[in-house]
C-alpha cells in the first residue's frame, strides 16, 4: 500500500467534493490534523472509519487502498497486486515465526537437558532428584502449546498423496506422531494419512 498515494488521493476527493480538512473532519468526528496526516502520507484512516470516509468522498475502499479510482481494467490487476503483496507479508510472517518457533523450543529444551543430566547422574536424595527434574520439565511443558500453535497456524502441511497443502486444526496438529515439522496426518482432501511436510509458500 503506498500511504503518499492514498493520501494525495483523499486529499483530491476531498476538494473535489468540495471540503475543507476540517469540514471532512468534522463529519468523521476526528480532528482536521488527523485528516492532514492522512493526506501528507503520514498515516492511514483508521479502518473503523473507513467506510464513512469513502461515502463522504465518493469512492470504493478499494478505490481509497488503491490510492485511486479503481476502473474495471486496472481493477483485476490492481486486487491481484494487493493479494500478492498480502501473500508475500504472510509468508514473511511465517517464516519469522518458524524461526521463533525453533528458537523458543532450544530456549525450553536448554533447562530441561541441563536439569536432566544433573537430577540423574548428580547422587542426591530422591525428592531433590524430582524436584530438578521437574523444574527443567516444567518450562518445556509450558512452552510445547505455544510451540504447537506456531506449527499449525505458519504456512502448511501438504499431503504427500495428492499434494493438497492446508492449515489443520490445533487438536490433529497436537496428537499426531511428528519427526521434526513433518506429522503424520490425515488429509482432508483424499483422506489418505501420510508422512506431511511443512512448507511456507502455498503453490
Ligand atoms: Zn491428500
Redesign the pocket.
Known sequence: MNQIKIGRFIAERRKANNLTQLQLAEKLNITDRAVSKWENGKSLPDSSIMLELCEILKISVNDLLSGEVVTMENYNKNSEEKLLEMVKEKQKADKRLLQMEVFAGVMAGIPFAVCAVIGLTVPMEEWKQAVIVLSGIIPLLTAIPFLLRIEQVAGFYE?R??R?QYVPEYKPVFMAPHIGRTRYMR?P??R?YSWQKKVVSKD
Do not use: A
Request: with cysteine.
Open positions: 499431503c498423496h495428492c493438497h488429509c482432501e483424499c489418505k
